[in-house]
């Protein structure tokens, strides 16, 4: 290959990178992020030959409501969520989880929602409870794009007692941890429901 072709080639990939959804040098940002804690109950479906199927039993909830700054016509290709949760166990210590889930095709300018899920199965075991307890758990969630942090302040709910920036102590160590127990919206009996409603996860 000649060297113009080369020069030529290289002057169309810095000319895309610069331009995609998602630049070192300038990704949206996140903008007016919140997080609510929910429970919600296990969808039943009336079709299934066993007949109703479902529990009914209680899923603890993680919603994020949040924008991106920009015009309505850009769009964030691709973001990693990454999550935190503080829940209390049945003797009052608490248990740590953490999970990155990966989102694509955000438009900035928008609001935009997501959700992760804790299974029912998953709280009884921790808890001693089929239903969490709201009050005492605590939320924190990050948003990156190509390794960049796309916010300041932190997005968090503290559960009661909970110190701010709670997610940052080093005390967190000694805390037992699960890595794989919260569940993006896909993964879940939930996943066919509000499906426009939610940006959009990446598959594994």
Request: aromatic share 12%.
């Amino acid at each position: 290959m000649s060297k113009s072709a080369i020069k030529l080639l290289w002057v169309m990939f810095l000319f895309g990178f610069v331009f995609s959804g998602v630049t070192a040098f300038g990704a949206p940002k996140i903008d007016r992020a919140k997080i609510k804690l929910d429970v919600e109950r296990t969808p039943q479906f009336q079709d299934s030959r066993y007949g109703s199927s479902g529990s009914g039993d209680s899923w603890l909830a993680v919603r994020v409501e949040f924008e991106l700054t920009g015009d309505k016509d850009e769009w964030l290709d691709e973001a990693e969520m990454n999550y935190k949760l503080l829940i209390p166990r049945k003797n009052d210590r608490l248990v740590l989880l953490e999970q990155t889930i990966k989102v694509i095709d955000l438009k900035c300018g928008t609001k935009l929602n997501s959700v992760v899920y804790v299974r029912p199965t998953f709280i009884e075991k921790i808890c001693g409870s089929t239903r969490p307890d709201l009050g005492k758990t605590s939320a924190y969630v990050d948003f990156r794009a190509n390794g960049q942090l796309l916010h300041v302040d932190p997005i968090t709910v503290d559960g009661a007692g909970m110190p701010r920036g709670w997610f940052k102590l080093k005390e967190l160590s000694k805390v037992k941890k699960y890595m794989s127990d919260i569940s993006p919206r896909s993964k879940t009996p939930f996943g066919v429901l509000d499906y426009d409603y939610y940006v959009s996860e990446k598959a594994d």
